[in-house]
T-cell receptor, first 115, second 115 residues
Framework: QKEVEQNSGPLSVPEGAIASLNCTYS??????FFWYRQYSGKSPELIMS????GDKEDGRFTAQLNKASQYVSLLIRDSQPSDSATYLC???????????????FGKGTHLIIQP | GAVVSQHPSRVICKSGTSVKIECRSL??????MFWYRQFPKQSLMLMAT?????????EQGVEKDKFLINHASLTLSTLTVTSAHPEDSSFYIC???????????FGPGTRLTVL
């Protein structure tokens, strides 16, 4: 059973501060990890993808992956009110020989950036 | 790049009718597309994996005769909700995978309301 766990929040962070979002997953075979941002009533938007242990930075976003601990996180620096959204953690099991599984999503963390 | 379109964006229909939703990858070819469903205040749940030129793979609990999927080309997948009932009312979202890591990009979603 593939499971992805996130704290549902809400997580309230002052504008300009660092928002830290966490996610754990149960399937050790998971190979690809993604963070999506979803505004209310909209579809998810890909923010970050990470495939190997360590940090990956893209602008104000940093994804961190620790496969030994089955843990992935997202840091948002200089948080802006427009960052207020639900952040979904998703994992994918890559299959030998090709093919692809759908993503398994966590329930999401509701982030609120306070002006 | 990596744009996925979905049509229609909103559908209201009577119980018993069928509804067809189209999903297109506009700037890349997608061997595999995915269909998700999201109920209010819940996370995305994978319904089925759509493979170009072959039958779709459905997740447990999803009725394949009710949710017909056709992947006619590398850029088009369709989902038909047959004999829709009020409990089928939901937000249906498609995605297309782009690389071996299955980085997925989502369409804008279709909000289905069955009266």
């Amino acid at each position: 059973q593939k499971e992805v766990e996130q704290n549902s929040g809400p997580l309230s962070v002052p504008e300009g501060a660092i928002a830290s979002l966490n996610c754990t997953y149960s399937d050790r075979g998971s190979q690809s990890f993604f963070w999506y941002r979803q505004y209310s009533g909209k579809s998810p938007e890909l923010i970050m993808s990470i495939y190997s242990n360590g940090d990956k930075e893209d602008g104000r976003f940093t994804a961190q992956l620790n496969k030994a601990s089955q843990y992935v996180s997202l840091l948002i620096r200089d948080s802006q009110p427009s960052d207020s959204a639900t952040y979904l953690c998703a994992v994918n099991l890559y299959r030998e020989g090709g093919g692809a599984d759908g993503l398994t999503f966590g329930k999401g963390t509701h982030l609120i950036i306070q002006p | 790049g990596a744009v996925v379109s979905q049509h229609p964006s909103r559908v209201i229909c009577k119980s018993g009718t069928s509804v067809k939703i189209e999903c297109r990858s506009l700037d890349f070819q997608a061997t595999t597309m995915f269909w998700y469903r999201q109920f209010p205040k819940q996370s995305l749940m994978l319904m089925a994996t759509s493979n170009e030129g072959s039958k779709a793979t459905y997740e447990q609990g999803v009725e394949k005769d009710k949710f017909l999927i056709n992947h006619a080309s590398l850029t088009l997948s369709t989902l038909t909700v047959t004999s829709a009932h009020p409990e089928d009312s939901s937000f249906y979202i498609c995605s297309a995978g782009r690389d071996i890591y299955n980085e997925q990009f989502f369409g804008p979603g279709t909000r289905l309301t069955v009266l």
